[in-house]
């Protein structure tokens, strides 16, 4: 019998709306029990590389996000969804490989280039094939349980991840960790070959591939509901992503051994968790926009913080900033896909991914120069002046539209 086969008939005996459900909880749990990613900063600083040199490597990680994203997004939306999840792990299993042999800069930045291959073809794939599956069986209605519910599980499992992979690395090294990983995500690529198609309308024969794209990106910006919800979740998931590449550098700054690192990565995932439950019951409100606008004052505080307390409360700074992204994007999300079209469900995400990537580049250049010039906690604060700036302006312009939407 096949793994596959195994794991099918595991699932068969539980209860799920859906088939695919259990698997792409499953999906979630082995794909997220990497053992490196909260030691991959520090990695590369063993390895030789500065920080202006690490920032260079997710600079080009986010331009090859940006060629890349649409395109793949796209092509989830007119092929087998369960085939492109599948690619994904296989390039994660590459990145690993490479990362686990290099020690040049130019070594990384190649690996870098696999992740992000990883990263596009499992973003907007992984969130449609969850939702139109909920969608074919017409229970689309407790989509947020499950995607928060999908959340949780993958920040338990890189909470673990993270503690055993600072055991690890501490004992043997971080490219001990980076091996383990490798072998952790082979169930992951069968869970994706047990995956069901769910049925939802392709555009392939009406569209062309790139009249597909055009007519997403229309779409998109036709709304001004669309819009503003892309800036907001561009802003906070922006922000997120930066504290998850360089809380550990913070970490580094502040003298912290590699264990103590994992230690604290393994709260990481708890507070994940966390956000993700709150934001998962906050959908039920009748106020989330209202919600949004102070959850944002509260991440510029305590950015702020970290910036102003080099210290165990700095670190409490960016966990809070971290579990506000999560409590605001569970509902932004699920509102954004329930606004949408099977048929552009994945490019529509895809280009969510890939307005973030842009801007990620350009506030990760201010955050480097920040960080080289001053300190890495002052580029932290940096970051809170700007979630301070666009709180503004989503009071004064964005509020209105996503509550009347």
């Known amino acids: ?14 209860t799920f709306p859906h088939p695919n459900i259990p698997k792409l909880l499953l999906f979630a749990l082995f794909q997220s029990l990497t053992f490196y ?38 092509l989830s939306d007119r092929w087998v969804r369960k085939y492109v999840l599948f690619l994904s792990v296989v390039f994660a299993m590459l990145t690993a490989l490479v990362f686990a042999i290099s020690s040049s800069f130019w070594m990384f930045a190649f690996g870098t280039v696999l992740m992000a291959c990883s990263f596009v073809l499992n973003s907007g794939t992984n969130t449609a094939l969850l939702f139109d599956s909920l969608k074919d069986i017409n229970k689309t209605k407790v989509f947020e349980k499950y995607l928060a519910a999908r959340r949780i599980i993958s920040g338990a ?13 501490q004992q043997h090294n971080i490219q001990t960790a980076i091996w383990v990983s490798f072998f952790m995500l082979i169930p992951a690529a069968f869970l994706t070959l047990s995956l069901k198609e769910p049925t939802f309308h392709k555009t392939t024969g009406e569209l062309s591939y790139w009249q597909h794209v055009r007519y997403t990106a229309t779409h998109l910006t036709g709304r001004p509901y669309f819009v503003q919800v892309a800036a907001l979740s561009v802003v906070i998931m922006t922000v997120n992503i930066l504290i998850e590449d360089y809380a550990q550098l913070y970490y580094y700054f502040l003298g912290f051994s590699l264990l103590a690192i994992g230690v604290l990565s393994f709260f990481e995932g708890v507070k994940e968790m966390i956000g993700n439950y709150i934001g998962a019951r906050i959908t039920q409100t009748k106020h989330t926009s209202y919600l949004y606008g102070y959850l944002l004052i509260g991440m510029s505080t305590t950015l702020l913080i970290t910036a102003w307390q080099v210290n165990i409360i700095g670190v409490l700074g960016l966990f809070a900033a971290s579990v506000i992204f999560f409590i605001i994007d569970v509902p932004l999300l699920s509102n954004f896909h329930k606004n949408l079209d099977s048929n552009i469900r994945a490019t529509s995400e895809s280009f969510l991914n890939l307005v973030t990537e842009l801007s990620k580049m350009l506030i990760a250049l201010g955050f480097a120069a920040v960080a080289n010039i001053y300190s890495i906690n002052l580029a932290f604060g940096s970051l809170g002046l700007l979630v301070a700036v666009y709180t503004v302006y989503y009071f004064s312009v964005s509020l209105k539209i996503i509550r009347e939407a």
């Open 1 to 14: 019998m096949l793994p596959q086969d195994i794991l099918s008939a595991i699932m068969a005996s539980m």
């Open 37 to 74: 990613p909260a030691f991959e900063k520090v990695y590369f600083q063993e390895n030789g590389l500065s920080i202006l040199q690490i920032v260079s490597i997710t600079i080009i990680f986010s331009i090859f996000v940006v060629i890349l994203e649409v395109p793949s997004g796209a």
């Open 157 to 169: 499992a890189f909470a673990i991840a993270s503690l055993a992979g600072g055991y690890v690395a």
